[in-house]
């Protein structure tokens, strides 16, 4: 290992899954990450997978076996973007290995799940962090900065709108009950959620939500409103059977923000308007920013620097606890105190 190496954290990817088209390029060209090996059950589809998104890079070990990936000590870190309700098992594990972790959203389907990977990271003196990408593009401290600075006054209200029709390749969403993890909630209902959070400095107090299910017990469009208390409301929209819609608005009593498009694909250019109630208004392009390999170099910086990653368990926490809260809504039909 040379020194430019040692200054790198070493990573593993335990899981094959469609996500590694954005993840994986992400962790190979961090400027504080190397890629060391990639695990997944199915046999070669880790070599498949590294041939498609890493073909310049045949230093790079493909395992069949989840284990020998874990059991590499070489590997240092973790990237676990598997099944949704395989986090909680597997992050568990990999912290037993005395690995990092970033665990892809969710990072459990329960509290009490998050509570054990927390009292497990603390016991190993490991890094656990939730994979939420989209925090880290630069766009949304642009957006905190116009709201700190008064521009649109006191918050009122915020809503997330995340959708886009459901192509064959992506059915194996829907294949789950949304108890175990499957449907658009836990898609990408939870990044409406984390999104609308991220503007109101408290917890929802109630929330209510409406959902229409497919046979597997999956929600394919869910809708609703979080109470934050004050007449301080946050409305979600969220399905897989409508046109791509990615976005979030923020109004205020002095104008509104919104952010045109949340989940930045490679070559999007990000856009926020805002207007204000004396007349002003403005377009803000910014430059186009990889938010997985912002994310990634952030959790390498983190472990390497012995820093405080900027997605706490008291994050995840809390994301949770109003997911599982949005979904009892749905399915019984009222108002749930969260």
């Known amino acids: 290992m040379n020194n430019q190496d040692q200054a790198k954290l070493r990573w593993g990817i335990l899981g094959a899954a469609r996500i590694n088209e954005r993840l994986l390029p992400a962790i190979v060209e961090a400027s504080n990450a190397k890629l060391v090996g990639i695990a997944s059950r199915r046999p070669g589809a880790a070599a498949q997978t590294l041939a498609q998104y890493a073909p310049c890079h045949p230093e790079i070990q493909s395992y ?14 973790i990237y676990l973007p598997m099944a949704n309700h395989e986090h909680a098992e597997w992050a568990l594990r990999a912290i037993e290995h005395r690995k990092h972790v970033l665990c892809e959203k969710p990072m459990a389907l329960t509290v009490e799940d998050i509570d054990a990977i927390e009292t497990a990271a603390r016991r190993y003196r490991v890094t656990v962090m939730e994979g939420f990408m989209y925090h880290f593009h630069p766009q949304h401290a642009r957006v ?21 029709m459901m192509r064959p390749a992506r059915m194996y969403r829907l294949a789950e009950d949304v108890s175990r993890g499957g449907g658009a909630m836990w898609d990408i209902g939870c990044y409406a959620i984390h999104s609308l959070r991220m503007f109101f400095q408290q917890a ?37 059977e409508r046109a791509r819609r990615c976005e979030y608005e923020i109004v205020g009593t002095q104008g509104g923000i919104k952010c045109h498009v949340v989940w930045q694909l490679p070559g999007d250019v990000p856009v926020i308007s805002w207007w204000t109630e004396d007349g002003r208004q403005s377009e803000e392009r910014l ?39 949005a979904l009892q809504s749905a399915a019984e039909g009222r108002v749930i105190k969260i």
């Open 144 to 164: 905190l900065e116009l709201i700190r600075s008064g521009l649109i006054g006191e918050i009122r209200s915020v809503r997330a709108s995340y959708s886009f």
């Open 287 to 325: 430059p186009v920013a990889n938010h997985f390999r912002l994310e990634v170099e952030h959790f390498s910086d983190c472990v390497l620097n012995g820093k405080d990653p900027a997605l706490s368990f008291n994050d995840a926490r809390d994301n949770c606890r109003t997911i599982v809260a």
């Open 204 to 240: 929802p107090r109630t929330v209510t939500a409406l959902s229409k299910y497919v046979e597997s017990g999956a929600d394919i469009t869910t809708s609703g409103i979080l109470d934050f208390g004050d007449g301080k409301f946050a409305h979600f929209d969220f399905s897989f």
């Open 64 to 77: 069949d076996n989840l284990d020998a990936l874990l059991n590499d000590e070489d590997v240092q870190a």
